[in-house]
């Protein structure tokens, strides 16, 4: 059964670099076309996908926020991280870690998501 | 890369059948067979329903469809049921980003 669990803080102040974490269990990130990606979602808004790491650590970024975003896995402890720096209000959303479907271009399997507050 | 265009909301009774549409380009649905769709209800995480177009993962009801079209993918629920009524967004690979999501749509049970 694959479960994923995001943790971080709740409240940011703008300019502060957030930091969060995805703890898996159910899969390996050492297992072959496996990957994590994060997603958020601004309250009342739609999903924006942010970043995505692969079994073979290989990385990908959304275009617009790449400059701000590292992403990385520490597969010893079933985890992935993601960093995000220069925080803003508009920052303020609902942060979700998702496990990729094997192969395809999909989340079928979503933590329960973690609502980070940017403000001073 | 701009967020794929879907319909704000659609409605639709009890038992009959829906269709939300998403447009893109194609660099990104019109060019893979990649798009997928999800379904969120208020404060839950979303649940992929559809994948590679037309694909149901198990467990998912097949009321539920895919469908694409040129640039534009389609998500049809057939027998519409009261736990339809929530928020879908469907998703695509693009030529430049492996990911791009909807703007979603709001589907309501009348």
């Known amino acids: 059964q694959i479960t994923l669990k995001e943790s971080g803080p709740t409240l940011v102040k703008p300019t502060q670099t957030l930091t969060l974490t995805c703890t898996f269990s159910?899969?390996?990130?050492?297992?072959?076309?496996?990957?994590v990606g994060w997603i958020r979602q601004p309250p009342g808004k739609a999903l924006e996908w942010l970043a995505l790491?692969?079994?073979?650590?290989?990385?990908r970024y959304s275009p617009s926020l790449k400059s701000r975003l590292t992403i990385t896995k520490d597969t010893s402890k079933n985890q992935v991280v993601l960093t995000m720096t220069n925080l803003d209000p508009v920052d303020t959303a609902t942060y979700y870690c998702a496990h990729r479907l094997p192969g395809r271009y999909s989340f079928d399997y979503w933590g329960q998501g973690t609502l980070v507050t940017v403000s001073s | 890369q701009s967020a794929l265009t879907q319909p704000a909301s659609v409605s639709g009774s009890p038992g009959q059948s829906i269709t939300i549409s998403c447009t893109g380009t194609s660099s990104d649905v019109g060019g893979y067979n990649s798009v997928s769709w999800y379904q969120q209800h208020p404060g839950k995480a979303p649940k992929l329903m559809i994948y590679d177009v037309s694909n149901r993962p198990s467990g998912v009801s097949n009321r539920f469809s895919g469908s694409k079209s040129g640039n534009t993918a389609s998500l049809t629920i057939s027998g519409l049921q009261a736990e339809d009524e929530a928020d879908y967004y469907c998703s695509s690979y693009t030529s430049s980003l492996p990911y791009v999501f909807g703007t979603g749509t709001k589907v309501t049970v009348l």
């Open positions: 790491i692969y079994w073979d650590d290989d990385k």
């Open positions: 159910g899969f390996s990130l050492s297992t072959s076309r496996v990957g």
